[in-house]
């Protein structure tokens, strides 16, 4: 069975401190992807970032950056300087069977409050 | 380019009626997947529609149908409504396998 675990279920930080939002993932596929999402209060889901399970290679994009680690099956995103926009639910996905779109498992998100 | 667009933004119904939701896909996406989300919740996936055909589907009961027109927009429709079905309904498109673009949801209240 796939399985997605927000183990944070609410985060709360002063602006301008780091914070890593952690994610772990169960599944038996070895071809599968991972996805990042933030939804803020207006409820749109915002696409972050999508990684195949054959790159191990952490990303960093601007203040945001994902650390996948398969041997422990974690895909943990890091937002440094934080900013009070920066408040939202963030979610990590799971998708499997060699496709990065069909039925996106989800965790039950992480709610980040940045306090200005 | 436009992106995904859901109407109506919020409704109210009570129960055993019936509701059509709608998501116009983004420019150039083929693909439409659709989810509900409780309050508090993350999204639990209920179908997807490529080439105007149902793609898959999530643990939800018959009673959840949907359509994808030649246009691909989309259409949800919820009979029987129950008091469990209160949440927010998002539309995601895509280009084939590619990253899903969600709309900004539909907030359905069952009373």
């Known amino acids: 069975a796939q399985k997605v675990t927000q183990a944070q279920t609410e985060i709360s930080v002063v602006e301008k401190e780091d914070v890593t939002l952690d994610c772990v993932y169960e599944?038996?596929?070895?071809?599968?992807?991972l996805f990042w999402y933030k939804q803020p209060p207006s409820g749109e889901l915002v696409f972050l970032i999508r990684?195949?399970?054959?790159d191990e290679q952490n990303e960093i994009s601007g203040r945001y950056s994902w650390n996948f680690q398969k041997s422990t099956s974690s895909f943990n995103f890091t937002i440094t300087a934080s900013q009070v926009v920066d408040s939202a639910v963030y979610f990590c996905a799971l998708s499997v069977g060699g496709d990065s779109n069909y039925q996106l498992i989800w965790g039950a998100g992480t709610k980040l409050i940045i306090k200005p | 380019e436009t992106g995904v667009t859901q109407s109506p933004t919020h409704l109210i119904k009570t129960r055993g009626q019936q509701v059509t939701l709608r998501c116009s896909s983004q420019?150039?996406?083929?693909?439409v997947s659709w989810y509900q989300q409780a309050l508090g919740q993350g999204p639990q996936f209920i179908f997807q529609y490529y080439r105007e055909e149902e793609n898959g589907r999530g643990n939800f009961p018959p009673r959840f149908s949907g359509l994808q027109f030649p246009n691909y927009s989309s259409e949800l429709n919820v009979n029987a409504l129950e008091l469990d079905d209160s949440a927010l309904y998002l539309c995601a498109s895509s280009f084939f396998y590619n990253e899903q673009f969600f709309g900004p949801g539909t907030r359905l209240t069952v009373l």
């Open positions: 420019s150039g996406h083929n693909t």
């Open positions: 599944t038996r596929d070895t071809t599968y992807y």
């Open positions: 990684r195949n399970s054959f």
